[in-house]
């Protein structure tokens, strides 16, 4: 079982992690901290999409309390 896993591991290093390898190798910087940004990256940036999101949902409920239609003078 353990072999296939360090098999499936030894294709992604191979095949999948060359883009940052390659990038890291341009740039002069160690491969692993590319990695590193990039995992950060898509961290803050879930993070920022979720914040939006509840932002709007805020939004969204504080518009339709505030014009909420009234049937009477009354109702106030």
């Known amino acids: 079982m353990l072999t296939v896993v360090y ?3 030894h294709f992604f290093e191979r ?3 060359y883009v940052s390898s ?7 910087m160690r491969a692993k901290s590319v ?3 990039f995992i950060y990256v898509s ?4 993070g920022v999409g979720f914040a939006i999101y ?3 949902a805020f939004w969204l409920k504080l518009k ?12 106030l």
């Open 15 to 17: 095949h999948g992690f």
């Open 64 to 75: 339709d309390l505030v014009y909420t239609k009234r049937t009477s003078v009354f109702d």
């Open 35 to 37: 990695r590193l940004f």
């Open 54 to 56: 509840l932002t709007l």
């Open 22 to 28: 390659r990038l890291a190798d341009r740039l002069g």
């Open 7 to 9: 098999k499936i591991r």
């Open 43 to 46: 961290f803050a940036t879930l």
